[in-house]
């Protein structure tokens, strides 16, 4: 990703159907881990889900490798800092809780970021990841954004499990979606996150919204969402 996209990026993301649900998974699974303690995201981009967590009442550290989203984030009231997610300014054990939400699949050593995500957090501290699956949605848009991989379920909890974190749910998102986000991609000839018409957005936002209450998260996605912990020995 570039300066220029994390820009584009901040700017339609508040309304955006796509973050904004994730923002509301974030939400949701944030409240369920009880009061809030300190917090760091890696590839934070804008800053926009760290500021979830900042209205949950969380101390939260934003870390990006590119200084224009570093600088978007700051303006935008958070604690933020330039940094590699292989290697962060962050003290052993300091973490309650640590987001890397479509990051992972930008890195090439993949393994190192989730042990520097193990080694932050502290024991019992939680692990949340959002990336794109599967390499049959592979397209210009992958090659635009940067991205190494797509993961599938296997290879996203196996590399979360080596790093030393017990999974404690891993769930597809974008089910419905899927087809049509498949067909828009093959015809895409680069990065596809943009303003949306907004007869769309409210009907692509209803309909992930509706993948809250309906049985879909073992069927094959868009993104897959893992929720691991790391544990207290």
């Given at each position: 990703?570039?300066?220029?996209?994390?820009?584009?990026?901040?700017?339609?993301?508040?309304?955006?159907?796509?973050?904004?649900?994730?923002?509301?998974?974030?939400?949701?699974?944030?409240?369920?881990?009880?009061?809030?303690?300190?917090?760091?995201?890696?590839?934070?981009?804008?800053?926009?889900?760290?500021?979830?967590?900042?209205?949950?009442?969380?101390?939260v550290l934003a870390t990006e490798y590119l200084p224009e989203g570093v600088a978007i984030a700051r303006d935008?009231?958070?604690?933020?800092?330039?940094?590699?997610?292989?290697?962060?300014?962050?003290?052993?054990?300091?973490?309650?809780?640590?987001?890397?939400?479509?990051?992972?699949?930008?890195?090439?050593?993949?393994?190192?970021?989730?042990?520097?995500?193990?080694?932050?957090?502290?024991?019992?501290?939680?692990?949340?990841?959002?990336?794109?699956?599967?390499?049959?949605?592979?397209?210009?848009?992958?090659?635009?954004?940067?991205?190494?991989?797509?993961?599938?379920?296997?290879?996203?909890?196996?590399?979360?499990?080596?790093?030393?974190?017990?999974?404690?749910?891993?769930?597809?998102?974008?089910?419905?979606?899927?087809?049509?986000?498949?067909?828009?991609?093959?015809?895409?000839?680069?990065?596809?996150?943009?303003?949306?018409?907004?007869?769309?957005?409210?009907?692509?936002?209803?309909?992930?919204?509706?993948?809250?209450?309906?049985?879909?998260?073992?069927?094959?996605?868009?993104?897959?969402?893992?929720?691991?912990?790391?544990?207290?020995?």
């Amino acid at each position: 990703m570039e300066g220029t996209d994390i820009a584009a990026t901040a700017a339609v993301e508040e309304r955006h159907w796509w973050y904004r649900e994730r923002r509301s998974i974030i939400a949701r699974q944030v409240r369920r881990l009880g009061t809030p303690g300190r917090a760091v995201e890696i590839g934070a981009a804008g800053g926009g889900n760290s500021l979830v967590l900042r209205r949950l009442g969380w101390q939260v550290l934003a870390t990006e490798y590119l200084p224009e989203g570093v600088a978007i984030a700051r303006d935008r009231g958070l604690d933020a800092v330039r940094a590699d997610a292989r290697s962060l300014p962050v003290a052993s054990g300091s973490m309650d809780l640590a987001l890397a939400f479509d990051v992972l699949e930008h890195i090439e050593e993949d393994d190192l970021a989730a042990a520097e995500l193990h080694r932050v957090l502290r024991p019992g501290g939680t692990l949340l990841v959002a990336v794109p699956c599967d390499m049959a949605l592979w397209s210009a848009h992958d090659v635009a954004s940067g991205h190494v991989r797509r993961y599938t379920r296997a290879g996203l909890a196996g590399l979360v499990a080596r790093a030393g974190f017990a999974v404690e749910a891993l769930w597809s998102w974008n089910v419905l979606l899927r087809p049509a986000v498949a067909l828009a991609r093959r015809r895409a000839s680069g990065c596809s996150v943009t303003k949306v018409n907004p007869l769309a957005n409210a009907l692509f936002g209803g309909v992930v919204a509706a993948e809250r209450v309906l049985p879909l998260g073992g069927l094959p996605g868009v993104s897959l969402m893992l929720r691991a912990r790391r544990p207290d020995r």
